[in-house]
């Protein structure tokens, strides 16, 4: 499996990846608002977008998963400030979920964030995505139920964090 840095070229094919692993997951319906944003994210350019290739058809590499860190000032509100980033849109196609993908995305992430001299590392995620839950805290991320918050109506979200200090 090849982890790497996006290109401008395939920013729609990380949208679908993220938009088809939520559906499948039933984590966002076809008609929803945030199908935009999921889709978006990194669009424009902010933040860094990871994807993780895995060979298919002999020397073709195919996207199978996608991760983006948001650092400051272009983060959401759940960000407390300039040493902090933040997690977002993990999502591997459903054809190979629990393959690993999504656990070398997250590693790969936070190797990149301590990098970029990020202390504090901060996600959101839906209540039912237990899956993910285990696999945030298996990286070592723990919760901060302090920092739920909810976007619109009848959406919660459930914020973890975790610190690169030494």
């Known amino acids: 499996m090849q982890i790497r840095d996006a290109t401008p070229g395939e920013r ?5 990846i993220r938009i088809g692993a939520y559906q499948a997951g039933g984590f966002i319906s076809p008609d929803s608002g945030y199908a935009p944003t999921l889709r978006g994210l990194g669009a424009d350019g902010t933040g860094h977008v990871l994807v ?4 298919e058809n002999g020397d073709r590499a195919q996207i199978v998963g996608t ?30 979920q629990g ?19 990020v202390r504090h590392l901060v996600l959101c995620t839906e209540p ?33 964090g975790m610190s690169l200090e030494g």
């Open 12 to 16: 729609a094919e990380v949208g679908d």
């Open 52 to 55: 993780a290739c895995l060979p």
């Open 67 to 96: 991760i983006m860190l948001q650092t400051w000032p272009n983060c959401g509100p759940v960000v407390a400030g300039p040493d902090e980033a933040e997690i977002r849109a993990l999502a591997v196609r459903p054809r190979v």
């Open 99 to 117: 393959q690993g993908v999504g656990r070398e995305l997250l590693t790969r992430l936070i190797e990149r964030a301590a990098g970029l001299g």
């Open 128 to 160: 039912g995505m237990r899956a993910a839950h285990h696999l945030y805290e298996q990286a070592g991320f723990v919760r901060l139920p302090e920092r739920d918050w909810s976007p619109a109506p009848d959406v919660s979200l459930l914020v973890y």
